[in-house]
């Protein structure tokens, strides 16, 4: 088994790397709730993790029995410090890392154990890394998609707003990072178009500090409310206005789940997630709601 299994592995160690992209996450704020896509089945699309450890090459667990079911179209908040967990709970979301002990499912099938193409369908995981590679656009593209035509490829970069490729010396055939580079706010538009071409059912985000001149964050942010539309979200959200968004949260500490519930039920708990949201709310309760505490 550990032959295809590793085989398996790199394909999709290449593949979600390759999707990989940056976010701001608190775009999701701008997400119309409406439209869910037809062809999500809300059975298969369940995702439960059920008691899960995992620990890094043997070592500590760095998760501690985590238990959680994300329900097929919501919108989920993941917190905590930093080292709480969070990147790795992603990558076992993603099917990137398989648990220690217990599981993570999805409609009933271990996420690690699903073919490529199942994979791509149902979960994609997008983090703040550019993945550019020295090739044509087409094929930068057809990372995520081997089969697109011409026309699903030019419809995922419109979807995004990458009005750019009409201007590129050779369109799709166009070789960047060598003949064209693309600037960061390029490059987002690729990784995000190559979500677009997937069309996961489940997007996992975690979290990105990309600095972005404002301009181009609203931009991107505008693109990735396209990309999030009608999809299950799982976001590490570094931004409590994303949490206070989100349909729950669910804060990590140490390994270990120590809330789960809406915004409004966490902050009636009065436990750590409404310790922190009362820090950060009371400095901020009239200018900017983006900010986090101790931002300049
Ligand atoms: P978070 O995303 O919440 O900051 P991580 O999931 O990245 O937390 O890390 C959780 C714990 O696992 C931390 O103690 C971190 O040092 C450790 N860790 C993360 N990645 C690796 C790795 N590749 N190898 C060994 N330990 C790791
Ligand atoms: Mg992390």
Redesign the pocket.
Known sequence: LVGPLDTLTIWVEQLQAAIASYARIEGLADVPREEPRPAADPVDDRIEVADVRFA??G?RD?LRGVDLVVRPGERLAVI??????????ARLLAGLERPRTGSVTVGGTPVADLSPDRLREQVVLVTQDHHVFHDTVRDNLRVAKPDATDEELHGALEALGARWIKDLPEGLDTEVGTVVSLDGARAQQLSLARVVLADPHTLIL?EATALLDPTTARETEQSLAAVLRGRTVIA?AHRLQTAHDADRVAV?EA?ELVELGTHDELVDAGGPYAALWASWHGGHDDQDPRREPGAT
């Open positions: 890094y090459d070592g760095v905590g410090t930093s080292g709480a967990g969070k990147s790795t709970l975690d590490i990590l390994g």
